[in-house]
């Protein structure tokens, strides 16, 4: 049986992975860093990794992201190859921090222990919780193991349409967290809640997402779903509660509405915004009178999925960009040479050329090249440019949208809650400067990930606290909507914010 394992060093990192002959590489990097945008498909290139040792044959997608030079340096996708050779690899992609939560909560008195799920569509956050304290005993974060079916919520939704089993690997990486956070206090635990946006909402639980494929993109089964440990294959009592946080909307997840309650939405006198800049942009408007919530189709941008030499938060991105005496200077994750940008880079980046007349207010690159460097190999593409610009024009729009339908204005809101891994890291006057945010920069707040903080706030109350009036705004079916996302495609020429 030896004699059908193969085994694949990772470097930089050292890991090494064991696999069946004739697996996939797909099947295993993507618990270790490595990401697959197009979901393993061939068609993005973003799953670049350098034989260092052994030998893989070269696909017809790698002929097409290649070039004869770089396959002669032993450059492949990693989700055309297949293993049947001991392998080193040098990966891209294989450091990425995982947002958690550290915000100190009070218990309520509670008995046992309790776990809160941040189940995200690229990563997942878990935390065990003193529920007669609120203290955080420990915390726990690995890659959602169904990115090897592709990076954003559509190309999994396609890929369960095409018959694949995406809710047992999810249930049993979690179940797997779980059992890493108790360590051998199983028994202890009376209560699991989980969160997340509705695709993993539906995914975990074992639902049809054939009704989110298409418009209107409503499911009639965003309720709470209830789960037996038995049911989950957890190591878990009998008796404890596990529970999937109810959704808003089509698109509006359990993540939003837990991110509303960490953020004090439903007792503030004054009005806030929270805002989830993904794939698919959420937003909620209110205060303990009334909220109301959209969700927006961004695009991959902000997440660096459709940029040419975008990459996620991980070694070798370019988060920062920023200018002084007239020189452009840039930050590194890993401190390493730059081998792309990430979202906060990208919209840092073209902020900067705004600045500096190298990027015009229409999106277009001012040199006629259409090429617009940043550090080292990494430029921007016009198409770049263009698709941040339709991702920020959608949640301008979704903003102005939902604003009017509460007849306020930007002035109206105290404070803008940035939640998520993009929002704690993109400079607030970057955002300001590209028009995606519209607001001044004292009230807007980098909040972290606040459905992780909200789910734990749920796991600590006795009942969820009540809500003030909500009301999903369905964007996509306001005619209003497609004239606002055209006002809003230009990037600003120098006008103050309110």
């Known amino acids: 049986m030896s004699a059908e394992i193969v085994r694949i060093q990772l470097e930089p990192s050292g890991t090494t992975v064991e696999l069946l002959r004739g697996a996939p590489l797909s099947s295993s990097l993507s618990r270790h860093g490595i990401e697959f945008p197009c979901g393993g498909t061939g068609l993005c290139g973003g799953c670049r990794v350098r034989i260092l040792q052994g030998s893989l044959p070269v696909t017809q997608q790698d002929s097409l992201f290649f070039s004869a030079e770089d396959l002669a340096s032993g450059w492949r996708l990693a989700c055309q190859a297949i293993a049947d050779v001991a392998l080193v690899l040098e990966c891209e992609q294989w450091h990425m921090e995982i947002l958690s939560d550290n915000a100190a909560l009070s218990g309520k008195g509670k008995r046992g222990l309790g776990i809160a799920v941040d189940l995200g569509t690229t990563t997942i956050a878990a935390q ?120 808003l909307g089509g698109f509006v997840g359990s993540d939003i509405l837990a991110g509303i309650f960490a953020v004090g939405m439903p007792t503030s006198k004054e009005m806030m915004a929270l805002v989830d800049l993904g794939t698919n942009g959420e937003i909620a408007i209110g205060n303990l009178e009334r909220i109301r919530y959209a969700s927006t189709a961004a695009g991959p941008a902000f997440e660096a999925a459709s940029i040419r030499m975008g990459m996620r938060a991980s070694s070798g991105a370019i988060s920062r960009v920023s200018i002084s005496s007239g020189e452009i200077h840039t930050t590194v994750i890993g401190d390493q040479e730059p081998r792309g940008v990430c979202g906060s880079g990208l919209v840092d980046a073209v902020a900067v050329g705004l600045e500096t007349g190298a990027v015009l207010p229409s999106g277009r690159i001012a040199n006629g090249t259409k090429l617009f460097p940043i550090a080292g190999p990494v430029v921007l593409y016009q198409a ?99 004239d606002e996302f055209v006002n809003c495609m230009n990037f600003p020429e120098g006008q103050q914010p309110a």
């Open 128 to 247: 065990i919780i003193d529920l007669a304290t609120g203290n955080v005993l420990g915390v726990d974060t690995e890659l959602n193991p169904q990115a090897p079916f592709g990076s954003d919520v559509m190309s999994r939704i396609r890929a369960v349409l095409s018959g694949a089993d995406l809710t047992t690997i999810v249930r049993a990486s979690i179940g797997a967290m779980i059992a890493r956070l108790s360590r051998r206090r199983e028994q202890e635990i009376v209560e699991v809640v989980l969160v997340g946006n509705s695709v993993m909402h539906h995914l975990f639980s074992h639902l049809d997402v054939e009704p989110l494929s298409h418009a209107p993109f409503h499911s009639h089964n965003l309720g709470e779903q209830q789960f037996s440990a038995a049911e989950l294959d957890w190591r878990l009592p009998p008796s404890c509660r596990i529970r999937f946080v109810r959704c």
């Open 384 to 482: 770049d440019i263009r698709e941040l610009q339709l991702a920020k024009a959608a949640i301008a729009a979704g903003f102005r949208l939902l604003l009017r339908s509460l007849d306020a204005k930007a002035e109206d809101l105290n404070r803008i809650h940035l939640a998520g891994a993009f929002g704690n890291y993109v400079q607030a006057s970057s955002a300001i400067g590209i028009g995606l945010l519209e607001f001044s920069s004292e009230r807007i707040l980098p909040s972290g990930n606040t459905a992780l903080r909200g789910a734990k706030m749920m796991l600590l109350s006795e009942n969820e606290s009540p809500l003030p009036s909500m009301e999903h705004v369905a964007l996509a079916a306001d005619p209003a909507f497609q």
